[in-house]
């Protein structure tokens, strides 16, 4: 016998097709049809050696009721029609019936039928069935037996009771596996996201201090080498054998120091890779939700070097992420502000407000990455201020003095023959 488990197992109901087949599950089965069988082969095999009259009545029936069983177990509709099913069960049960009515034995095919009977009917007609199988079961075996015992009434009543518990014990047993499995499959897919999150963050903060290094070191390194170079070539004499090597030199260091920057634009942050720092700002206000959001622009845009326009946007993204979660504000605006040896970035909104004082000594409730702002514009040798009082709204500003070989390479581009003339 090769049936599914879904056609024999009491709470194969409750399991997906997918994994029926379960070690556990194929054991119960094959004890399910073995409990069956054996049961059928007790009852025609006693028949045959106590010669009781109806004999071949007996090896009839219970070859009727293997037939039914072998036949339903076999059958697909019974495993995916709830009517087919019920069917097959009724006609198993008229085929017990009449093996109960020649044989007192029979009544033992009782316990197997109390699990199908739980399997394919729903719960409470499944119960029901089952009680009335017990009377079934207790009504046969008066009908053969002259002794009314006790244990003609406990026996079918409490195998009834104990098939009821079983099959609820298991699938209150499974229903809980279900749900620890659906827990450890959604703990797996989080620590999946979140790794996958971790990694592209560290991806990002590695680049973001790939470029402040690269630019912070090999690009200034050049920058001044460069400047140097170029001291030295106007103070000797025309004509002295030094100057081609030093101008060779120079015009070196000038496209080494172009290789490194464009390392630096490589490693810049996708916010920043399609566009200025202004448009990507304009891009973080059009996306923000909640609160209205307005980006405005002052004073003549330039190129800042990627360190800058990296913490202006973190700065700007961490502001704008505490205006949404504990500002409550209405509105707020970024306002970047271009000026002759620096670059300022305003967020302010129309919040609740809070007091800087205890946020920044943290006995507040704190989490507003202040810090964390703070130390980004320091380490360019900023200026980093928050101005807000309760039910007065949040003012951030932070100030970035440009340095002093972007304002030399600015005017260069600006006006060649002034830096020329210095």
């Given at each position: ?108 095919i009782a316990f197997p039928l109390y699990f199908l009977e739980l399997h394919l009917l729903r719960l409470r007609w499944g119960v029901t069935a089952v009680a009335v199988t017990a009377c079934a079961a207790i009504a046969g075996f008066l009908a ?279």
């Amino acid at each position: 016998m090769t049936a599914p488990v879904s056609s024999v197992l009491p709470a194969a109901r409750v399991l997906p097709a997918t994994r029926a087949l379960t070690p556990v599950s194929k054991v119960l089965r094959l004890c399910l049809h073995a409990l069956l069988f054996g049961l059928l082969a007790l009852a025609a095999g006693r028949a045959v050696t106590d010669s009781a009259p109806r004999a071949g009545w007996v090896i009839a029936a219970c070859a009727v009721l293997a037939a039914v069983y072998a036949g339903g177990v076999r059958a697909p509709a019974v495993h995916s029609s709830p009517r087919a099913g019920a069917l097959w069960l009724a006609g198993l049960s008229s085929a017990w019936a009449a093996l109960l009515v020649v044989c007192p034995d029979g009544l033992w095919i009782a316990f197997p039928l109390y699990f199908l009977e739980l399997h394919l009917l729903r719960l409470r007609w499944g119960v029901t069935a089952v009680a009335v199988t017990a009377c079934a079961a207790i009504a046969g075996f008066l009908a053969h037996s002259s002794a009314v015992t006790p244990g003609a009434f406990l026996g079918p009543l409490l195998g009834g009771a104990v098939a009821v518990a079983t099959v609820l014990g298991y699938q209150a047993l499974y229903r809980e596996s279900e749900r620890r499995r659906e827990l450890i499959e959604e703990l797996i897919t989080t620590r999946a996201e979140l790794a996958a999150a971790e990694r592209g963050a560290g991806i990002l903060a590695e680049r973001e201090r790939l470029a402040r290094e690269i630019h912070d070191t090999l690009a200034q390194g050049l920058s001044s080498i460069q400047l140097l170079l170029r001291a030295a070539e106007r103070a000797l004499p025309e004509g002295a054998p030094a100057r081609p090597h030093i101008a060779r030199a120079r015009e070196a260091a000038q496209e080494n120091l172009a290789e490194a920057r464009r390392f630096v634009r490589a490693l810049t942050p996708p916010d920043l890779e399609h566009g200025s720092l202004a448009a990507a700002l304009e891009r973080l206000c059009a996306g923000v939700p909640g609160p209205r959001v307005r980006f405005s622009l002052t004073g003549s845009p330039r190129v800042l070097p990627t360190p800058y326009e990296v913490a202006l946007l973190r700065i700007a993204q961490s502001a704008l992420a505490n205006v949404v979660r504990h500002a409550r504000a209405g509105r707020a605006e970024i306002t970047l502000t271009f000026m002759d040896a620096s670059v300022t970035l305003d967020v302010v909104d129309d919040g609740h407000g809070f007091d800087p004082s205890s946020a920044a000594s943290g006995s507040g409730d704190g989490g507003f990455g202040l810090p964390a702002m703070r130390s980004r514009a320091e380490t360019l040798g900023g200026l980093f201020t928050v101005e807000s009082a309760p039910g007065q709204g949040t003012a951030v500003a932070v100030t970035l003095p440009l340095p002093l070989e972007h304002l030399e390479d600015t005017a260069r581009a600006e006006r060649p023959d002034a830096v020329e003339a210095l």
